[in-house]
């Protein structure tokens, strides 16, 4: 039998390893104390009804529709009442000043007539008349003159109110016109509120998106662990061959041999080490995307990342993204908003009309008179309001067009949007179709390096190869496997990614794997 001369061993096989098992989870939180297996569907139901970001959507959406309500409440009549009580430090007067009344002279004439006299009893003397008569007297007419003189009036002071004043009122106003000030605001705040509702879809679909990329972590991850532990075990079984044939063979495996294989399964197995903190940390970062508690961890149902390729319509993608996209739908829903705000803004071109009204009563301690008399204490008022604008500057013209072109802003926005929405789904649906391609090939490469390993290690039993190509085989099945894994994880993601693009489910989450 031929030897060939014993190559250094390859240190690109030993790194390999450790990038791809090294970085197998990236959850953050920190180990769980309690643990519990979950389906992906459960996974995506207890983070849907337990994380913390959901509510936040939820408040958002109910404090836009409460805004709603406010601007509904314009179209509505406006009534309040008032009520008070107030103590003057004095009662309210009125002082009437002192002044002169000029008289001038005058002449009165008084007509001639008839008048009816009464003469009482003993008028003229003592029993005559015996009793009051009435006799009628004739009178000439005659004319009366006065000299100018001066009336002197002194000062008044007129008491109005009392010290204590208490009062009640009704006001009432109903605006009947407003030149579409009330519909813009409507339009605005609807607006709002459908915003609010596609954030809050983007948030389900986000929080979908992070739990499944996590649970497919936490899959990888345990993939991962189990792979570094059976390679070990291979390794390990290896070293104890080896040194059974250095020891009691002919020679033909070293101590250096030996050495080697050693020095590998001990850094196998501080890989090992680190691979089941991973796998922890990926279980605990799975239940913190969930919204559980920090002390627990959640275990995948799931043995493996599920695998079947199938070719997207990019062109349909993008026209359900148009649909179905969060974003395109907010831009959708601002673009009313801002139409709402033109049409508001337009409103200060055209008058206002309100009907008003009110009715009042007030009560003065026990005084009852000056102003405080029973006509003025209670009432009411109806009328009609106009306000018409006439010159404010410019300021209505500045307005609208300030809304005007923040509109066209948008609709310019729109266009880089959609865009951006269909560059975003062809580089995802592009890098689907070669994560599907380095998945197959992977797929190949881990079954042949998985042959060419059993092949080796029957054949090192038979001292037919050195011990650096054993090694070396199984060293290289566990990268390939590793390879594909990732390659099966990365497909996982991007079809998450692109549901999460479109804003809504791609097919099946993951069909079961072929």
Known sequence: ???????????????????????????????????????????????????????????????????????????????NGKAGYERLSDPVNFLFPAETMQIPAQSVSVPGGTMIVTIPANAFAPGFPPGSIQMPVNFPGQTYKTAAQA???????????????????????????????????????????????????????????????????????HQVLQLGQDTLARLQATLRMTETVYKEGAGKVTRSDYLDNAVMVHTIESLVAGLEKNEAMARAGLANTMGLEWNVSVEPSAQEIPFAPAQQNLDGLVAASYQFNPDWGKLQDALRALQGAVRTAKSGYYPKLAL????????????????????????????????????????????????????????????????????????LVLSLDAAAKSGQASLEAMKLAQENRELNERAYQDELVETEKVMRAQLMEAIMSAQHFKARYDYAVILSELSLAVGREIGDRLAPAR
């Open 151 to 221: 009336f002197a009036i002194p000062e008044q002071n007129v008491k109005v109110l009392d010290q204590d004043l208490a009062s009640g009122a009704v006001d009432f106003d109903w605006l009947l016109w407003d030149g579409g000030m009330r519909k813009g605001m409507r339009d605005q705040s609807a607006a709002n509120v459908d915003m609010m509702r596609e954030e809050a879809r983007r948030t389900d679909l986000e929080v979908a998106d992070s739990v499944t990329q996590m649970y497919w972590g936490a899959v990888l991850a």
């Open 1 to 79: 039998m031929m030897w060939v001369k014993r190559k250094p061993f390859y240190p690109a096989a030993a790194a390999a390893i450790v990038v791809l098992w090294g970085g197998a989870a990236d959850a953050q939180p920190a180990p769980a104390d309690g643990q519990r297996a979950l389906s992906l569907e459960q996974c995506l139901q207890t983070a849907l009804a337990n994380n913390h970001r959901r509510p936040l959507s939820k408040f958002a959406i109910a404090l836009a529709e409460a805004q709603h309500r406010q601007a509904l409440s314009g179209y509505w009549p406006q009534i």
């Open 356 to 427: 008003t009204g009110e009715l009042h009563r007030w009560w003065n301690g026990n005084y009852d008179t000056g102003l405080a008399t029973n006509q003025n204490r209670q009432g009411w008022t109806a009328g009609a309001g106009l306000e018409i604008p006439i010159f404010n500057g410019f300021l209505t013209g500045g307005r609208v067009d300030e809304a005007i072109a923040r509109v066209a802003q948008l609709k310019q926005t729109q266009f880089l949007l959609r865009d951006g929405i269909a560059l975003k789904i062809k580089d």
